[in-house]
């Protein structure tokens, strides 16, 4: 199969074997995200095994959320090796509960400081899934700083994806589930990767020889 000579649809047509290889990649840095989640919150923390899916950008929203529910996104630009844009995105809910980790107390409303915590939590969890991206390709990927963005799904997705997109036109999704053991409790996150179109023909790339 010669993905990376594509037109646009090259990641919704992986063999299985290629999929399975992007699996493994979103596997390994969901694993990294868990460790780091645990080690930021001081909480045994587990990982189910992800669920990646490839989409339009115009279809993501739909994926992630009702389009009136609110989300807490943090935004980075990927630099490097690779370029494009990550997204790792929480329903409401689980951002409140995410900063009361962060700062060992209950949150009821996202102000500046629970929003900052937010923030640094979105940073390393993302790193910890561009770090296994990176290892992958054996490429050096270099996230900016974040930024946050707290909104309903819709507008968030949306406006984010077609003010920074910079042409991407794919989405990699991570759906992934945290379980906080010591309270079988279950966070549930998004982690999106829309590279750039030069990106994506060296991603395509490497699946194609993994």
């Known amino acids: 199969m010669s993905a990376a000579r594509g037109s646009g649809d090259d990641l919704r047509?992986?063999?299985?074997?290629?999929?399975?290889?992007?699996?493994?990649?979103?596997?390994?840095?969901?694993?990294?995200?868990?460790?780091?989640?645990?080690?930021?919150?001081?909480?045994?923390i587990m990982i189910s095994v992800p669920q990646l899916s490839i989409a339009s950008i115009d279809d993501m929203p739909n994926q992630i959320a009702e389009p009136e529910e609110p989300v807490a996104a943090v935004l980075m630009r990927m630099e490097g090796d690779l370029t494009g844009l990550t997204l790792l995105v929480f329903p409401h809910p689980i951002a409140l509960r995410?900063?009361?980790?962060?700062?060992?107390?209950?949150?009821?409303k996202l102000g500046a400081i629970e929003e900052s915590a937010i923030k640094e939590a979105g940073n390393i969890l993302s790193a910890a899934y561009l770090n296994a991206l990176a290892d992958f390709m054996h490429m050096t990927l270099l996230p900016s700083p974040p930024s946050l963005a707290v909104d309903m799904s819709e507008a968030v997705l949306s406006s984010t994806f077609v003010a920074s997109a910079h042409g991407a036109s794919q989405v990699v999704c991570v759906e992934s589930e945290f379980e906080l053991q010591d309270v079988e409790e279950r966070l549930r996150g998004f982690f999106l990767l829309l590279p750039d179109p030069p990106s994506l023909q060296r991603i395509l790339k490497?699946?194609?020889?993994?």
């Open 13 to 44: 047509q992986l063999t299985p074997r290629q999929l399975d290889a992007l699996r493994e990649v979103a596997n390994i840095g969901a694993g990294h995200a868990a460790t780091a989640l645990s080690q930021m919150t001081e909480q045994r």
């Open 98 to 108: 995410v900063a009361g980790l962060m700062m060992r107390r209950k949150v009821s």
């Open 206 to 210: 490497a699946i194609n020889v993994a």
